[in-house]
């Protein structure tokens, strides 16, 4: 299958010419070394937690990768939040012995204070259930809602392992655990962030893998009474310091306005993180790439931001606004979809300008997706929120994004060489295109 991006947009600008850039555009991207440079990052420097050793080698690498470009590279410092996974064992006695669970701190919790907790479990099956239950003192909380594989379903599960902690201290318990965010059956336990309420007690919160939120359902069912010995050394250590990365290439017409092509760096320490988002980084990067071989001169700055600290507080992203918040973004492209299919883009853009894209794009055999949503609804984005930018976002499929993210399974096994090569094309094409039309209009 040809890629679908030769076609997006094939006659916005005009120029006939534009159909031979594309096809230079897909040659390159054929070469592997977006491919290969998710290898490194994933292989060389997984689990690229804010502060750590490997996330800053992650950001030398792709300097270095930038720099070959010829792009101008720039860094910037970025204070992030530190903090420390530690270990972590969950278990409970039945008739048949101990059964030890599958359980992984979530991100941002804190431990057990050097002590095992062994308390009563009291299991929560929906958000509903909880609300009506009255005290939870002295009482561990097993949040165990299920993800549905509908559209929505990761947020509609997501209450239990974003806000479960807070909920469940203020009716007295002493920790939480929750069903890790998975569509799928298996025994790998999958973190997250978590967000505390201020002023409720901070109490340890855990994730256990699908089979075993089944399993101790199930204990339950049979012994309500049952106890579960808990213990965590997870813990906050302050702010660290990490890097903000940059390289762009200057635009011939319009060098004062910018297209941002931006992924986050950091990674969980249970993964290689590749596809969160170690795929995104290497897909941002080869547009610089893609523009160096192919020799295309753009007419407006092309930009690529490397961030830091997508997973827990966007400290990196508020630092590139700080610094370049008030230059002239056309637009903010963010990838961070994983590696599957690559589909199109969702475009938090202005009407006019997203009915001129759709009316060229539903004329042709072959396109991307285009899904348009209101620019004012995108104020959950940073650069949107305080400056208006419109947002666009890669799309990929996302058949089993779920089932590995935030987990062990998030590693290079599952990345396919050449649909890496079909979404570096659909990518650098999307940027080559729409900056020869935002700099005609």
């Keep these: 299958m040809r890629y679908l991006i030769i076609v997006l947009l094939c006659v916005l600008s005009g120029c006939k010419s534009d159909t031979s850039v594309l096809e230079k555009i897909e040659k390159i991207s054929k070469s592997g070394d977006c491919y290969q440079c998710i290898k490194t990052l994933s292989e060389k420097t997984p689990a690229r937690m804010l502060g750590s050793m490997n996330n800053a080698n992650a950001i030398a690498f792709l300097k270095s990768e930038m720099e070959q470009t010829g792009a101008e590279v720039n860094t910037d410092s970025v204070n992030v939040p530190l903090w420390l996974p530690g270990s972590a064992s969950l278990f409970y006695m039945d008739e048949s012995g101990r059964k030890d669970l599958n359980v992984i701190p979530l991100g941002l919790s804190v431990g057990t204070g050097g002590k095992e907790l062994n308390l009563k479990v009291v299991e929560f099956k929906n958000k509903s259930d909880f609300e009506k239950a009255s005290s939870l003192e002295s009482c561990i909380?097993?949040?165990?809602?299920?993800?549905?594989?509908?559209?929505?379903?990761?947020?509609?599960a997501g209450w239990q392992r974003m806000f479960g902690a807070s909920m469940a201290a203020k009716k007295g318990a002493e920790a939480v655990i929750t069903r890790s965010l998975s569509p799928v059956s298996d025994d790998?336990?999958?973190?997250?962030?978590?967000?505390y309420e201020d002023g409720v007690r901070k109490i340890p919160a855990l994730a256990i893998s699908t089979n075993d939120a089944d399993k101790l359902s199930e204990s339950i069912s049979k012994n309500p009474n049952l106890k579960i010995t808990l213990f965590s050394t997870s813990e906050w250590k302050g702010t660290a310091t990490g890097l903000n990365l940059t390289g762009e290439i200057k635009g011939v017409k319009n060098p004062d306005k910018v297209?941002?092509?931006?992924?986050?760096?950091?990674s969980w320490f249970n993964s290689q993180g590749a596809q969160d988002n170690a795929t995104g980084c290497a897909q941002a990067v080869d547009v610089l790439r893609v523009f160096s071989e192919t020799g295309i001169k753009p007419q407006n700055t092309i930009r690529v931001l490397i961030y830091q600290d997508e997973e827990?507080?966007?400290?990196?992203?508020?630092?590139?606004?700080?610094?370049?918040?008030?230059?002239?973004h056309l637009y903010n492209l963010e990838?961070?979809?994983?590696?599957?299919?690559?589909?199109?883009?969702?475009?938090?853009?202005?009407?006019?300008?997203?009915?001129?894209?759709?009316?060229m794009s539903d004329s042709l055999q072959f396109t991307p997706e285009l899904q348009r949503m209101p620019l004012e609804e995108a104020?959950?984005?940073?650069?949107?929120?305080?400056?208006n930018v419109p947002v666009y976002?890669?799309?990929?499929?996302?058949?089993n994004y779920f089932s590995i993210h935030h987990?062990?399974?998030?590693?290079?096994?599952?990345?396919?060489?050449?649909?890496?090569?079909?979404?570096?094309?659909?990518?650098?094409?999307?940027?080559?295109?729409?900056?020869?039309?935002?700099?005609?209009?």
Excluded: Q
């Design 141 to 156: 909380v097993f949040f165990n809602e299920k993800m549905d594989t509908t559209a929505n379903g990761y947020s509609k």
């Design 188 to 195: 790998f336990p999958k973190t997250g962030t978590l967000r």
């Design 259 to 266: 297209i941002l092509i931006s992924a986050h760096i950091d």
């Design 312 to 328: 827990i507080s966007m400290s990196g992203m508020k630092k590139y606004i700080d610094r370049y918040g008030d230059e002239c």
């Design 335 to 359: 990838i961070d979809s994983g590696a599957e299919e690559p589909l199109g883009f969702a475009l938090f853009e202005r009407e006019d300008i997203y009915n001129k894209i759709k009316t």
């Design 379 to 387: 104020s959950f984005w940073p650069l949107n929120s305080e400056k």
């Design 393 to 399: 976002f890669y799309m990929a499929e996302r058949n």
């Design 407 to 441: 987990s062990a399974v998030d590693n290079m096994s599952l990345i396919d060489k050449e649909v890496i090569n079909r979404s570096s094309a659909m990518i650098a094409s999307f940027v080559y295109l729409t900056d020869r039309y935002m700099c005609e209009e």
